[in-house]
């Protein structure tokens, strides 16, 4: 079993709707969350960050801990065109310090339809 | 600033030959790191470093691969020699010290290496 599962898609949806992400993950251990959107030909950069469980809000992008599932979400409301991307969750534990252990998933390839 | 800058932005080489992937990290950040990113693994971490200093190069395949970052303003990876199965996109980031967590990655826009 992978330590990070990420239905790769692609999802398509309509602009306007209302977008759901999820990763799994099996390691109990991991504390800090993170969702990074990567654009065609270009480097991810970090659009959410949560730690431990409980939800987040920024604008239109809401991220969403479950650790007793083990399940994190990205929840994108009123989609648009430009939201187009790949989303990668990405996971560490609390290791105290340093920046490794960082796990990355595949990522979700999302496209938005105008 | 300008951000993580690397070149070149692609690669064409020949079995066989050496390939010099750059990298200039954004400036004041203490950690960078080299990652290489495929369809079939995803993003793999490669190797960082602190202040110029080498912590983690587990994720460095083989003896092939080699990473230096001689000062703060500039790192190297290179492959001597290259195979196919090393075309990929390798991504060079950086990130500041501002917290014992450091999960702010800032990413450079990659270099596209194929391997022929």
């Known amino acids: 079993q992978k330590e990070v599962e990420q239905d790769p898609g692609p999802l398509s949806v309509p602009e306007g709707a209302i977008v759901s992400l999820n990763c799994t993950y099996s390691?109990?251990?991991?504390?800090?969350f993170m969702w990074y959107r990567q654009y065609s030909r270009k480097g991810p950069e970090l659009l959410m960050y949560?730690?431990?469980?409980g939800n987040k809000e920024d604008g239109r992008f809401t991220a969403q801990v479950d650790k007793s599932s083990k399940y994190i979400s990205l929840f994108i409301r009123d989609s648009q065109p430009s939201d187009s991307a790949t989303y990668l969750c990405?996971?560490?534990?609390?290791?105290?310090?340093?920046?490794?252990?960082?796990?990355f998933g595949k990522g979700t390839h999302l496209i938005i339809q105008p | 600033d300008a951000g993580v800058i690397q070149s070149p932005r692609h690669e064409v080489t020949e079995m066989g030959q050496e390939v010099t992937l750059r990298c200039k990290p954004i400036?004041?950040?203490?950690?960078l790191f080299w990652y290489r990113q495929t369809m079939m693994r995803g993003l793999e971490l490669l190797i960082y470093?602190?202040?110029?200093?080498?912590?983690?190069d587990s994720g460095m395949p083989e003896d092939r691969f080699s990473a230096k970052m001689p000062n703060a303003s500039f790192s190297t990876l290179k492959i001597q020699p290259s195979e196919p199965r090393d075309s990929a996109v390798y991504f060079c980031?950086?990130?500041?010290?501002?917290?014992?967590?450091?999960?702010?990655?800032?990413f450079g826009s990659g270099t596209q290496l194929s391997v022929l």
């Open positions: 980031a950086s990130s500041p010290d501002e917290s014992a967590t450091n999960e702010k990655l800032f």
């Open positions: 390691n109990s251990a991991f504390q800090y």
């Open positions: 949560t730690y431990s469980s």
């Open positions: 990405a996971m560490r534990m609390d290791s105290g310090g340093g920046a490794d252990g960082l796990t």
């Open positions: 400036s004041g950040h203490d950690y």
């Open positions: 470093f602190n202040n110029n200093v080498p912590i983690d």
